[in-house]
Nanobody, 119 residues
Framework: QVQVVESGGGLVQPGGSLRLSCAASGSIFKVYVLGWYRQAPGNERNLVAS???????TYADSVKGRFTISNDGNIYTASLQMNDLKPEDTAVYYCNAKERFWGRDSDYWGQGTQVTVSS
């Protein structure tokens, strides 16, 4: 089993910054990517950014140039630096760890952390 723990989040004014952190632990040797997803009320959960254990990053178009995902030297962690935040970034943010075994992926989720962008 893989455990995923998140920290960070909170209330920030438009144009402000926040940093989210995520760490995977447990049976992590099959984990190959960590990602941050977000879900606003009434909406689907969508990918914000991801980073593979090899360091390859992916971003949603809506956050490119504003958000940066990194592993800070530990391939089983993922920090999300969010700059120039907008009200539409308001959502619950979830960290996800994917593992692959015999060609099949399994997903592990954190408990979620609220990000609210409001004046």
């Amino acid at each position: 089993q893989v455990q995923v723990v998140e920290s960070g989040g909170g209330l920030v004014q438009p144009g402000g910054s926040l940093r989210l952190s995520c760490a995977a632990s447990g049976s992590i040797f099959k984990v190959y990517v960590l990602g941050w997803y977000r879900q606003a009320p009434g909406n689907e959960r969508n990918l914000v950014a991801s980073i593979t254990t090899g360091g390859k990053t992916t971003y949603a178009d809506s956050v490119k140039g504003r958000f940066t995902i990194s592993n800070d030297g530990n391939i089983y962690t993922a920090s999300l630096q969010m700059n120039d935040l907008k009200p539409e970034d308001t959502a619950v943010y979830y960290c996800n760890a994917k593992e692959r075994f015999w060609g099949r992926d399994s997903d592990y989720w954190g408990q979620g952390t609220q990000v609210t962008v409001s004046s």
